[in-house]
């Protein structure tokens, strides 16, 4: 039992440092997207070599971000990975024909608006979050 | 799929997050199984049967 427990607590601590890498990753994609999308007008007057620099550094860290998010996904038990699958597979549909039809809208000009970016990935981020709220409020 | 997880565990005065320690889930997991929500894979319903000395069987019967 103490032996299945000293496990059992490295398990925690796994998941716990997993997530805490991940949160790292992500700020620090974050902070260069800002950086990237910032630095050009304000820091850096639209010298293209550090903006291309600045673009390079976002990429770098976002792959990192994605590849913490895989190591923390496989440190999860099965059933908060099943959630987890389940919100990408909402996300990815939802962010699928969302952005299909903003973009129609947009080039049908029925918009006055341009379609932008962003707006989608608010979409996705909030249908994300929804759809593991829902999933996590399922199990329970 | 049907399961003793919850008289078990009462059994041997366990909490769900005694038990979930052992498991190495979440509690919010082990309360899923209990309650039926969420069905456990083979691999873990093995680990739960070695936890509680018995055989899956013992544990989890088929509904169907």
């Known amino acids: 039992m103490m032996n299945e427990n000293s496990n059992a607590n490295a398990w925690q601590r796994k998941v716990a440092s997993s997530a805490s890498n991940l949160a790292r990753w992500t700020l620090g994609w974050v902070l260069t997207m800002a950086l990237a999308t910032f630095g050009p007008p304000w820091l850096w007057n639209d010298h293209k070599l550090w903006t291309l620099g600045a673009i390079a550094l976002n990429t770098l860290l976002g792959i ?27 996300t990815l549909g939802v962010g699928l024909v969302v952005g299909m039809s903003y973009s129609n809208l947009d080039i049908s000009n029925v918009i006055a608006i341009d379609a932008e970016i962003s707006v989608l990935v608010i979409i996705m981020g909030l249908t994300f979050l929804t759809a593991t709220l829902l999933g996590a409020k399922r199990y329970k | 799929m049907k399961n003793h997880l919850k008289q078990l565990r009462a059994q041997r005065q366990w909490t769900q997050a005694q038990l979930a320690e052992q498991l190495e889930v979440s509690r919010q997991t082990v309360n899923a199984i209990e309650t039926g929500k969420f069905d456990p894979s083979l691999p873990l319903a093995f680990k739960a049967a070695r936890i509680f000395g018995l055989t899956i069987e013992e544990i989890f019967q088929d509904e169907g």
């Open chain 1, 64 to 90: 990192g971000m994605v590849l913490a998010n895989i190591k923390h996904l496989k440190t999860l038990d099965e059933m908060q990975q099943r959630i987890q699958l389940e919100a990408m597979g909402i």
